[in-house]
């Protein structure tokens, strides 16, 4: 699991330190909210900045071609994509992996013409789909002469890479697509491994020797955009109750949620924009690629190192989307 901040404690029992928003700050700077990586042991990670809220929806297939003949049973597809927040990418309703505006999944095809639509969808349930054909060839296929035992992870992950094929004589592979061999060995037997330090999507070149060179795509999400998604969902919900807009607010919230919840904020009446702004704000959290838990603090202004908490709960539904799933 990954962390946003090293001391909750320390914060909320600092008089002179109010709760803060983690969105847009640095966690590499100062002592206050740290990023996970100690100086010593891995080089920090930069932040990045969201999209508006406000960005149109778009997707786009960059490969394999459209029609393209795939003598394999599955396929890595990618492309690119553009949308606000918490926007996903579904190949046939199966989420994508994604890094900033770059996506990447590996799918199944099966025998003939595979029919695939590629859509970004937002937390709203807006979407815009283009669709894609890919032809899986006759059988039988080679084996797949290269192994990478992950596709996707938060940075930093390290993989491990492996030939199989009969034959080869040497082997070396440039895991982070700068055109320089990052391991090599000789033979087929070796396990080779990297560590991915920084986000990004990768086109990992395997040179064999004799047989020649083979591709594999890797992507290594980004802890700062995951971070800010968290904040970017709650932020919303907060934001929409404070303008009294019940509906935009339960965008917000797994639809399991969305009675209780409707019904508690309709209660409040003209009060819930006060009750609202009265929520605090994200000061700790822990994340995976799955899951979040974060911790809202509100400080008591009348008793100095005293603050009001709770946890939200988000979770990666189905669909791509983070929503939370208990508060």
Not at 12 to 21: D, F, I, K, N
Not at 187 to 205: D, F, K, N, V
Not at 273 to 284: H, K, N, R, S, W
Request: proline letters at 8%; aromatic letters at 8%; hydrophobic letters at 45%.
């Amino acid at each position: 699991m990954h962390r946003f901040v090293l001391f909750l404690v320390t914060l909320v029992a600092a008089a002179s330190v109010p709760a803060v928003e983690i969105c847009g700050v640095d966690p590499n700077a100062g002592n206050f909210v740290k990023s996970g990586f100690e100086a010593t042991e891995l080089p920090p990670i930069p932040e990045v900045a969201l999209p508006a809220p406000g960005t149109p929806l778009a997707i786009m297939v960059e490969g394999p071609l459209n029609g393209a003949t795939i003598d394999a049973r599955t396929v890595q597809i990618y492309g690119t994509f553009a949308g606000p927040p918490n926007t996903s990418v579904l190949i046939n309703d199966v989420p994508a992996y994604k890094v900033g505006t770059l996506w990447l999944a590996e799918i199944e095809v099966g025998a003939g013409t595979n029919a695939l639509t590629v859509k970004a969808v937002n937390m709203a349930g807006s979407e815009v789909a283009v669709a894609h054909m890919l032809i899986r060839g006759p059988e039988p296929f080679v084996p797949a002469p290269v192994r990478i035992d992950a596709t996707s992870a938060i940075a930093p992950f390290a993989v491990n890479a492996s030939f199989d094929l009969v034959g080869t004589t040497m082997g070396s592979i440039d895991f982070n697509a700068d055109g320089v061999d990052d391991a090599n060995s000789a033979g087929a037997a070796a396990i080779l491994s990297y560590l991915y330090t920084l986000p990004g999507r990768y086109r990992a070149r395997f040179t064999l020797v004799p047989s020649g060179i083979y591709y594999r795509y890797l992507l290594a999400e980004h802890p700062s955009e995951l971070r800010q998604t968290f904040c970017f969902v709650y932020g919303h919900m907060r934001e929409r109750l404070i303008a009294n807009d019940i509906a935009g607010a339960l965008q917000a919230l797994v639809p399991e949620l969305r009675t209780d919840f409707q019904i508690l904020w309709t209660g409040l009446g003209a009060g819930l924009p006060t009750a609202a702004q009265e929520l605090g704000d994200i000061v700790d959290g822990r994340y995976s690629k799955l899951s979040a838990e974060l911790v809202i603090a509100k400080p008591n202004p009348a008793q100095p190192g005293i603050a009001r908490v709770f946890l939200l709960q988000l979770a990666r539904g189905s669909d791509g989307i983070w929503r939370i799933v208990a508060m």
